[in-house]
């Protein structure tokens, strides 16, 4: 019996690095508004995690297409060491590394880094939101690891939010129903409750509920972006960090959401909501992978989450006005632009050109200048790089600057990773993730270098201390300055070989561009 019971508080021991008789309460255990979590450490006992926490009730049976309702009591402690389920999503990308439970509907849980000890200062918190084109995604994907940024001091949160079909279907009959009279985006009313769930919470965990920076990439930073204009995140968090995209241009309306909602409705034999709600998850995700290839459910101008539209706001001044780091990689397009069947000539390029820009396309040709077939290539790739996600992050980062009454800081990352295969790639959409999380080591078919490591560091430290103080610059990093027109638009350039900033060389471009995409007009 005496061995058992040593045996015992040495595995304690060895599981909390604290001795039973120094403590009658577990170091990582919290008590949260639900009930109490028990979290595991790390290797090296420096961070605790907290997974799968809930935030929210499950969206599931008559819950399905509703906003999301606060979470659950439970008695006892609940144990958090194993992710959850992802949300329900079709294979979309094929990117996808999952660590925790295959998909459901029940899926809004969240993800919580700590540093260890657990609660003796307020931290600052950074709340991430993934990509996926709003279609896929997951808080257990490996890149996503916050252990390495928990440890210069920050506490990283991430949620899952509901996608597709389930996060983002619209139907006049779910907004009749609805006492907000929308229906759609319930993805980003997820975000929203998560970040609710953080202010309400993370006092416990030890973190600052007043010092929270919302950041993402790709649709993740489409999302910040939006949130920014939205009145329900409104004081939910304090500065803003974006990677690869914005919400420009116009979003599409809800008439015309609801008008696709019920020609998916009808796709799928059906002719009602509650026929909707009584077929089986799998049925409908199987239908949703067939409707548009895929894509067929997107954040729209709901009314509710987005009253007006997100350019309308943010021309205004009405947006949260607050901190923002944002931008784009080098060759954001690079990849899609490559799998294109059509080789660009210099004459295929012209009539694009005329194609698109009418009696302007004189103009569009000195900025992408097409005078051989090896500048034309070069022209399509870069406008590729901005149809895709630059001109729209650049959008974002230019109306805030004009507005926002806060401090902006625009980055271009440009670090081109040295692949197994050999193959040149540049620096596509969505490179920069392991470096700001510091998980290189997360993504195979890379031959990572000294540079890499050291870049990551770098670039890490950027967005802690921005996510710290609102200003990424820190002692001993290149300096970082405010992008504004005093200073001649500033861009920080991050890459192995060199750190610098820079005048934004693309800023005719994007002007350019500004002046033929359609603008909302104000309601």
Not at 78 to 84: E, V
Not at 268 to 288: F, P, V, Y
Request: with cysteine; proline share 6%.
């Amino acid at each position: 019996m005496r061995m058992l019971v040593g045996l015992t508080a040495t595995l304690f021991t060895v599981l909390t690095g604290v001795s039973p008789a120094a403590s009658t309460k577990n170091p990582y255990e919290v008590t949260t508004e639900n009930g109490r979590l028990l979290g595991a450490p790390n290797s090296d006992f420096s961070v605790v995690v907290f997974k799968n926490v809930p935030y929210a009730a499950p969206p599931t049976g008559k819950f399905r297409w509703e906003p999301p309702r606060r979470a659950q009591n439970w008695t006892g402690v609940r144990r958090a060491d194993k992710f959850g389920a992802a949300c329900l999503q079709t294979e979309a990308f094929g990117n996808l590394h999952l660590r925790g439970e295959q998909p459901s509907e029940d899926c809004l849980y969240l993800n919580v880094w700590v540093p260890s000890p657990i609660g003796k200062t307020k931290l600052p918190v950074i709340v991430w939101l993934y990509g996926g084109g709003f279609v896929t995604g997951d808080s257990s994907e490996p890149r996503y690891d916050g252990e390495n940024l928990a440890r210069k001091g920050v506490i990283v949160v991430i949620p899952n939010y509901r996608l597709g079909l389930f996060g983002f279907f619209a139907h006049p009959d779910l907004t009749k129903a609805s006492p907000n009279k929308a229906s759609g985006n319930y993805g980003l009313l997820d975000q929203v409750a998560a970040l609710q769930w953080v202010a309400r919470n993370i006092a416990a965990f030890g973190g600052d509920p007043q010092n929270v920076t919302l950041a993402g990439q790709s649709a993740g930073s489409f999302a910040v972006s939006a949130l920014m204009a939205s009145p329900l995140a409104q004081g939910l968090f304090q500065k803003a960090i974006g990677e690869s995209g914005g919400f420009y241009p116009p979003l599409t309306s809800r008439a015309d959401a609801e008008k696709a909602g019920e020609e998916f409705v009808k796709s799928t034999g059906t002719s009602s909501i509650e026929e909707m709600r009584n077929k089986s998850a799998a049925e409908l995700l199987q239908a949703a992978a067939k409707y548009k290839g895929g894509f067929g459910f997107d954040c729209i101008l709901d009314r509710y989450v987005l009253p007006i539209d997100p350019i309308t706001v943010y021309r205004q001044g009405t947006q949260s006005h607050i901190p923002l780091l944002a931008g784009w990689n080098a060759d954001e397009g690079k990849t899609s632009f490559l799998s294109s069947p059509q080789k660009t000539t210099a004459k295929s390029f012209a009539g694009m050109a005329h194609s698109r820009f009418g009696g302007d396309a004189a103009e569009f040709l000195k900025l992408y200048p097409a005078d051989t077939d090896e500048r034309a290539m070069r022209s399509a790739e870069e406008l590729a790089d901005d149809d895709f996600s630059g001109f729209s992050t650049w959008k974002w980062i230019e109306m805030h600057r004009k507005t926002g009454g806060s401090p902006v800081y625009e980055y271009q990352f440009e670090q081109v990773p040295t692949l197994k295969s050999g193959e040149l790639v540049g620096s596509k959409h969505s490179d920069e993730i392991e470096y700001v999380f510091q998980t290189l080591n997360s993504r195979d078919g890379v031959l990572w270098t000294a540079k890499d490591h050291e870049l990551s560091d770098m670039v890490s430290s950027y967005w802690v201390n921005f996510a710290k103080v609102g200003n990424p610059n820190l002692k001993g990093l290149p300096n970082w300055p405010k992008y504004n027109s005093a200073d001649g638009f500033q861009v920080m350039h991050l890459s192995g070989g060199e750190i610098y900033a820079s005048p934004e060389a693309t800023r005719s471009r994007y002007e350019f561009l500004d002046s033929h995409t359609r603008n909302p007009t104000t309601p």
